[in-house]
């Protein structure tokens, strides 16, 4: 049972009130020096799974745009200094960097869930598995881009792939196992709350 339309917009614009903390404040962004560590898919995630995939790719926008903020140094948080580096040499690639990946982390999230629940044996998995595909999806998206991007710009990518790679491993299995342990149990409370406040409708 979906929420209705108040409780969509309610639970859509809190989703977007916390990635707008999580990534203008220290709360949701660690800084790395070259590169900044997020939970800011966490949102984007709960969102798909509890109210779909529109939503999602909603959350997702909003989720590229604060890493724009960040990006041009309007968050509390320092920029990534290999995103400012890539924004000084094509604003345009810099923007992509910033939107694409945040968009893909829904879809992916999506599909995954959609694909594993669908069998018996691994409905389970099925969540917490959908939240870690999609915040693996962030991370080897925006890296990956991050590298070609460099290449395209005609900037040095020797001083950077060993950063990427070591970024890739330790902040991108961190935050997939954060989501994998977090989303699930909020997507769990959510939806009992929506049951229940149907119940006593």
Do not use: W
């Not at 977007?16 to 800084?31: D, E, N, Q, S």
């Not at 990534?80 to 829904?106: E, N």
């Not at 900037?155 to 994998?180: F, Y």
């Amino acid at each position: 049972m979906k929420p209705n339309q108040n409780r969509r917009l309610a639970l859509t614009a809190l989703l977007v009130a916390f990635v707008f903390l999580l990534g203008l404040t220290p709360l949701g962004l660690i800084p790395l020096g070259f590169v900044n560590v997020t939970i800011l898919s966490v949102p984007v995630i709960i969102g798909t799974f509890t109210l779909g995939l529109g939503t999602g790719l909603l959350l997702g926008f909003f989720f590229g745009l604060v890493s724009l903020m960040s990006v041009l140094g309007l968050s509390m948080t320092p920029p990534s200094v290999l995103a400012g580096t890539l924004l000084g040499a094509s604003p345009v690639l810099a923007i992509l960097m910033c939107f694409v990946p945040r968009l893909l982390v829904p879809t992916f999230a999506h599909l995954s869930y959609q694909a594993i629940s669908s069998g018996k044996r691994t409905k389970k998995l099925a969540l917490p598995v959908a939240a870690a595909v999609g915040s693996l999806t962030n991370t080897v998206f925006y890296l990956g881009m991050m590298y070609l991007f460099y290449r395209f710009s005609a900037l040095d990518t020797s001083r950077i792939v060993s950063l990427i790679l070591g970024t890739a491993v330790i902040a991108g299995l961190s935050e997939a196992t954060v989501a994998a342990l977090v989303c699930p149990p909020i997507f769990i409370a959510i939806q009992k709350s929506t049951l229940q406040r149907g119940t006593d409708a």
